[in-house]
């Protein structure tokens, strides 16, 4: 129900002229997405990611921007990218560096803790 609500809106926002349906779209889509992350808070398995992928949070806000610019660039000059491609790898590329940041992390505070710790500023 939720993602038809999201849907939805996403249409509204779109195809209407009129200032009413757009807010009203706007209304249903700040709905669903509370609705949604209301669902994915209360889901176990998203507590026992949340659990892993905190620790890393701080070290992975530091350094994410750069490989992810890095990445980007190369994708474009390295291959000729349609705009399907483009708006996929604009919405995929980002979960994938971050999965890259947080096991860098991991790595990084498993082989040298102390330099770890010193580098995110003894957050834990």
Same mark, same amino acid.
């Given at each position: 129900?939720?993602?038809?609500?999201?849907?939805?809106?996403?249409?509204?926002?779109?195809?209407?002229?009129?200032?009413?349906?757009?807010?009203?779209?706007?209304?249903?889509?700040?709905?669903?997405?509370?609705?949604?992350?209301?669902?994915?808070?209360?889901?176990?398995?998203?507590?026992?990611?949340?659990?892993?992928?905190?620790?890393?949070?701080?070290?992975?806000?530091?350094?994410?921007?750069?490989?992810?610019?890095?990445?980007?660039?190369?994708?474009?000059?390295? /291959?000729?990218?349609?705009?399907?491609?483009?708006?996929?790898?604009?919405?995929?590329?980002?979960? /994938?560096?971050?999965?890259?940041?947080?096991?860098?992390?991991?790595?990084?505070?498993?082989?040298?803790?102390?330099?770890?710790?010193?580098?995110?500023?003894?957050?834990?």
């Amino acid at each position: 129900a939720s993602l038809a609500l999201f849907a939805l809106s996403f249409s509204l926002t779109y195809i209407s002229d009129s200032r009413c349906l757009s807010t009203t779209a706007t209304l249903l889509m700040t709905l669903a997405i509370l609705s949604i992350s209301n669902c994915l808070i209360h889901s176990d398995s998203i507590k026992r990611a949340t659990a892993f992928l905190i620790p890393y949070s701080f070290f992975t806000y530091t350094i994410h921007q750069h490989p992810l610019t890095l990445a980007q660039k190369l994708l474009v000059m390295k /291959m000729n990218i349609t705009f399907p491609v483009a708006t996929l790898l604009y919405f995929v590329l980002p979960f /994938m560096i971050i999965g890259a940041c947080v096991a860098v992390g991991y790595f990084f505070k498993r082989v040298s803790p102390r330099t770890y710790a010193i580098c995110v500023g003894n957050r834990h």
